[in-house]
Every structure is written in C-alpha cells, then in structure tokens.
C-alpha cells in the first residue's frame, strides 16, 4: 500500500432494491474513510442501510439489490469491479465477517471442526488438512473455547450462543482478515454474554492490529469498542466523527435525539425520556429533502425542499449533513 | 401501602419428552415469592431462559401454577395448599397483558377494530353499536392512533403503532393491573422512549399497577419503582430500583450491572467489569444449592450444597445469599 492510499475509501455509494413496489434507496451517497487498526461503529435504526452497505462492500449482496453508483477502494483496488474469482480471493484473506445470528449461519450438518477447516482450505490452497487442524483448534483456543480438540467435533447444536458466536468469530478470523465486518455481533446474546464477546473483540483487535466496521443499533456497545462513528439515518450518513466527539458534541438532530431518549442506568433521579416524534422513514416514499425533517423538531423550510450538504463541523473529520450548519456558518460570516 | 399482588413460593415445571417413555421437567419458576403494591411498576430483569415470561404468564395463569399460592386484591386466586383455584373469567377484566412481539401477537386477519373489541365483546356485552365503536375510538385515541386505524390491519403499521395497537387492546376492558412482558424489545432505539412514556403515562392517568418484564435494565431501572432480578427460575434480588443500581448485594445483579455498556465512551471504559465465566445452566437439570454457584466469582464449598435463604437484608430490600448471610 503506497502512503496516499486510503485502507478503506467509501465514495458517494448507492445501493438500490428494485422490488414491484418500487425503488428501494436503501444506501442513499455514503462516503467515509477507515484507516488501518480502526475501529468504526455504524449505528443506525432497522431499515437506516447499515447492513446493506457492509453486504456491498464484501460483495454478498443480493438480488433484487444492486449498487448503482459511487466506489469502494481497498488498500487501494476497486473492489465493486471485482470478478467473481477475485472477489472469492478478497472474501475470507483480506475481509471477513461475523453476522448477528450465529445459529443460522453455521452448517447443522457439518462439526464445528469442519467449518472452521474448510474456512481455511478453501482460501489456502497450500496449505495441508493436518496444518488446518492444528490452526483450527489454535483459532478455538484464542476465542476462548475450552477443550478445543473435544469441541473440534462437535455441532453447532451442542455449542450454547455465546459459544456459537466464537466459534464463528475463530471462523471468520482463520484466515488472518485485515478487516473484519461485525453485523450486530452481540445483538442476539444476554448482557453478561455479550460483556464476553466485547472483551474478546477488543482483546483479539489489540492482538492482530486488524480494522473493524462494527454494525450496531446499540450506542452503549459503540461507546465501548469503537474508536470512530458513523450514524446512519435513511441510507444516509448524518453524522460522523471520533467517538467522543459523537457523544460529548453531537451536532446532528438526530444524533443528540438519540442519546437524549436513551434511558440510563448511571442517572440519579428518575428523569423522563425525551423520545424523538414520529415514525420512522418509508424507503418507498422518502421525504424530499433531508429524510429527517419530518421528525426533526428544529426543522427549517429548507430542509423540507433540498438534501442538506455534509459539512465539517469539527476536529479530527468531525462531519455532520444539516442545514442548521449552513445556517449558523453563514450567521458566523456576516 | 396497599399490597395489590401477592405472590408466596410460586413453581411452574413444564413436564418435556426426552425420549421413548422418559420426561423430565423444566424448572422454568422455582419457588419465587413476592408482591407489587397498589399503583407501582415492579420491574424483573433477567437474562433469556431465566423465566421471567413464565412467572409472568404464571401471575395470570395463563399458565397453571406447579405449587404456591397467588392472591389479587386481598382474594386468593391460586393456592396449592387450600386447592384454591378461582375462575379467572372475571380477573381478565382486572388483569392484562401486553405482549413482546406486536406483529406476532395481534391476528393479521382482523381488523385494529376488531382486535381492540374483541375483549370488549366478552367483557363489556351492555355495550353495543355505537357506544361499542365510540369505545374503541377513544381507546385508540388515548393510546396516540385515531378512529380512522380502526378499519386497517396489523401489516399496515410500523412496529411502535403495533406496539400501540397491543396496549390498546389491553386497555379496553379497563384493567388495574397489566403485565407488560417486554413491551419495548422489538422496537426501535427511537420507538421504544415513545413507547416508555406513553406507558408512564396512562399508568398515571388511568392509576394502573404495572409488572414490568425485560432484559435490559436501563429500560427497568427508569421505569420502574422496585426491580426484581430474576436468574434461573429464582428470584436472587428484590430492592427499590435507585437502591438496587446503586448499592446491589448479590453477585449476579452486580455483574449484570457492570455488564451493561454506557452510552458514555469514558464511563463506560473506565467502568470495573465483572465479567461472568461461561453460560447459564439449563434448567432442565439446574445445579444443587444456590443455583448461581457455578458462574459466581464468590463461590464456596457451601454454596454448591445449600440453597441461599431469601431474606430482607436491608428494609425493603430482598436478596438470596449464602455470602450475606454470614455477615
């Protein structure tokens, strides 16, 4: 990788589902950048295209969703011009991922061992089923599986959740992956379970230096493990920056709705939630202007007619899209 | 204060096939006691399997108890001693419940109308024609949907209006007390402060007494006036909600604490963890003694052979502990 080049570069994507309904602007012109030994949290509601980005860029996306514009550089490559071969080789050495259920995506026919092996076989063409072995159990032993070697036999059924989801932790990271995707690892497991698997993430991205683009709807796991944000609202990234900047100094309507409606265990008094208004956005018939103007209680007319700019709006690539920045930039200069 | 709810070593096993003539049971409520004071939320967390659904569904023998003894208002309805057990036809009208999952507990072949009405026709039959839809109208106004959604079906509302559509029909036949099993769970981080609110305030308006059932104790905590932590099948800590957060003597309510991730970059780094080894048992065959022995950090040689008194500790403040009762 030459020193200009970017580890990730995200440019202006757009991802599209053509259902009979109509068009689907499921990612709506997203851009950002992620450097090595990053880790980036995506937050966002159900139906905000967090998943759908992820699922674009490692190329797992499927019909009736296709990416209809903008680019995803890698180290460097375009990966959206990849071939099916070269996305093959991409998948599994260089990006990997985790999904929220694990039940659903490991094989019930297949032992654990297998799994993992055939990760690893099916990317390393040299490499030998003894040597895959021994890696396999290494990988057990480094998530945290006790009695490797036994657990190498068995099936998904006789693992419990949070085992399950190392497992598919170990399985994803066979390979030595330079960024790992997390969609919603945590979402499916308990508190205490999921308190585990964070300490395990961090533990093993200290480790290994990989990057992470971790995917989640729960601030309080963005706050523990990442070290960037994006907030995603409607296919759009409303806000971005690093992750004191997004909770101390949000500048996003929506942003400081959010941690404003989140009850806390750390308050003293019984204070009421201030929760933000309305419904969420219908991807069928998307507002006009900026997709959150109809919920936004500082709405403007403008915003009701034109998508907002994305501006910087602080340090260290603090960025947020809303027309109140335009507003009060433009007060600053008179 | 008035107790409302009243509930004395409460059980209920689910007897399961294991194979060709052998069963086992579930011990999915052993032998939880409790009760909820007239106009209060009492809040039960707990991780999933830890039978927090159950005691509540058991509360409204929806299911039939194992064993115990549950009183409402003074009347014993339940008690497995006196072989109590009352007709529950005309509790329903007192008790209700709003259920986790709104798309898959409302029928998607009937109308919100009818869905709201339904209880309505069984429990209010003075009421008829016009008077019978003014009702259902205003239930759906107080619950911030209006007259026209009486005709439409479950499919056409996001999940925070099915969510509304539950607590309506809940509403309806006038209840004192409502079980809501998880009512925010399946919403979104937006939905669900909506949704809290709008509970906190018909349980105002309307004088209502709450059970209040989930897993993430943020939600419990600002809702609720006593928490109940539930963990498999026992009920291990009972305190008023502020005291409980702040000041938690058993070891797993504390884990459970330190668990939770702060929306708070530099608290919630900063914050000590008791991280729990491995997995919740299965209660199929639950572990002698006191049944968190295996995971807690505390454990002793006594605890995996006795099973912890539940006792009061501090005023109003329960907990089951063999590490508390030696002080």
Partial sequence: MKNNEKFLEVRDLRVSFFTHAGEVKAVDGISYDLGEHEVMGIVGESGSGKSVEAYSIIGLLQNPGRVIGGSVKFMGEDVLAYSEEQKREFRGNKVSMIFQNPMTCLNPVYTIGNQLMEALLCHN???????????????????????????????????????????????????????????????????????????????????????????????????????????????????????????????????????????????????????????????????????????????????????????????????????????EMKEAGE | MKKLIEVEHLRKYFRIKLGTLKYGSIQAVEDVSFFIYVGETLGIVGESGCGKTTMGRTLLRLYNPTSGRIVYDGTPIYDSEKKISVPMLPYRKKMQIIFQDPSASLDPRMTVGEIVGEALSVHRPDLKGKEYRERINEMLDTVGLNSEHANRFPHEFSGGQQQRVGIARALAVEPEFIVCDEPISALDVSIQSQVVNMLEDLQQEKHLTYLFIAHDISVVRHISNRIGVMYLGQMVELAESYELCSQPMHPYTKSLLSAVPLPDPQKTRAKKRLILEGDVPSPLNPPTGCRFHTRCPYATEECSQRAPVWKEYAPGHFAACHALEGK
């Fill in chain 1, 125 to 327: 063409k040299d490499v030998t089923r003894k040597a895959a072995y021994d890696r396999a159990v290494e990988m057990l032993e480094l998530v945290g599986i006790n009695n490797a070697r036994k657990r190498m036999k068995q099936y998904p059924h006789e693992f419990s959740g949070g085992m399950r989801q190392r497992a598919m932790i170990a399985m994803a990271l066979i390979c030595s992956p330079k960024l790992l995707i997390a969609d919603e690892p945590t979402t499916a497991l308990d508190v205490t379970i999921q308190a585990q698997i964070l300490e395990l993430m961090k533990d093993i991205q200290r480790k290994t230096g990989m990057s992470i683009i971790f995917i989640t709807h729960n601030l309080g796991v963005v706050a523990e493990i990442c070290d960037r944000v994006s907030v995603m609202y409607a296919g759009h990234i409303v806000e971005q920056g690093n992750v004191n900047d997004i909770f101390y100094r949000p500048k996003h309507p929506y942003t400081e709705g959010l941690l404003r409606s989140m009850p806390r265990v750390d308050t003293k008094e019984r204070e009421r939630l201030i929760p933000i208004e309305g419904t969420p956005v219908d991807l069928l018939n998307p507002p006009k202007g900026c997709p959150f103007a109809p919920r936004c209680e500082k709405c403007l007319k403008v915003c009701l007619e034109h998508k907002p700019p994305f501006l910087q709006v602080g340090e260290d690539a603090h960025g947020s899209a809303c027309w109140l920045h335009v507003k």
